[in-house]
């Protein structure tokens, strides 16, 4: 016969132990959690745990206007926001109006989501004589996120790992729409100088929908693209693909 299970474990009110720690141990422990998509589903658990998953200390956020000046965590553009980000950071963008990014370089790992239901919710334009809107030199990951250029890339991958998760990319049709392209990777995964093989660049695509430009990804390093795999929707096409060494 099975071990009978001990119910005073969960308390005389049937509630799990966990939700007798206090909010300060449960924000730390929210703090260890991947923000895609381990803390967002942690937030659906229950109103407390929604309270303390989505509480700004665990966040940078990008609000235009901001409500509060004083309130820490908050800045007005994501240009700030990444300048006072410390490495592994996640810098969370509210949804609705459009926010400008231009040729802004992130040279530390962070996580960059939208705060809308839907990445068209969360826009950031890159508009004419800008070269890119972001320029990744380090590992990172961006998710819900509409990111329009008018000329130029949406992304320019150079170094580390990035990792694209539920964007939409476009770039606006213009007479030079071949000078456009949604990604550019000139990431070199070899040095022919070095006697040692450097690892961990590459772009990492997954169900993004990409539209406008030459085409979807330009390499101009050592890297070239891979597994590629798309849904056609109605309205839509959703992309998976890699960008690696062969």
């Known amino acids: 016969m099975p071990p009978k299970r001990d119910r005073s474990a969960a308390g005389p009110t049937g509630e799990a132990p966990v939700n007798s720690l206090d909010d300060g141990c449960l924000m730390h422990i929210f703090s260890f959690l991947s923000p895609i998509p381990d803390r967002y589903n942690t937030a659906l658990v229950c109103h407390r745990w929604r309270f303390l998953a989505c509480h ?44 400008v990014a231009r040729n802004i370089q992130i040279k530390k790992p962070l996580c960059i989501i939208g705060g809308g239901e839907l990445p ?30 008018e000329l130029g890339c949406c992304l ?5 790992r990035l990792t694209i ?25 070899y040095d022919s100088f070095s006697s ?11 169900r993004t929908r990409i539209e406008g430009g030459a085409k979807a990804v330009r390499t101009n390093g050592t890297l070239t693209l891979q597994h590629v795999r798309a849904i056609y929707s109605r309205s839509s096409v959703f992309f998976w693909f890699e960008v690696g060494e062969m």
């Open 56 to 99: 700004p200390r665990l966040w940078l956020r990008v609000e235009r206007p901001i409500r509060n000046t004083i309130e820490p965590g908050v800045y007005p553009n994501l240009e700030s926001a990444v300048s006072a980000a410390r490495p592994g950071d996640t810098i969370l963008i509210a949804a609705g109006g459009t926010h």
């Open 120 to 149: 068209d919710d969360t826009v950031l334009t890159c508009s004419r004589g800008s070269d890119n809107a972001l320029e990744f030199l380090s590992t990172c990951k961006i998710a819900n996120l509409t990111i329009r250029a």
């Open 156 to 160: 320019l991958h150079r170094s580390g």
């Open 165 to 189: 998760e539920e964007c939409l990319l476009q770039c606006e049709q213009n007479p030079l729409d071949y000078l456009s392209f949604p990604i550019i990777s000139t990431a070199i995964e």
């Open 196 to 206: 040692l093989k450097e690892q961990g660049h590459g772009v990492t695509v997954v």
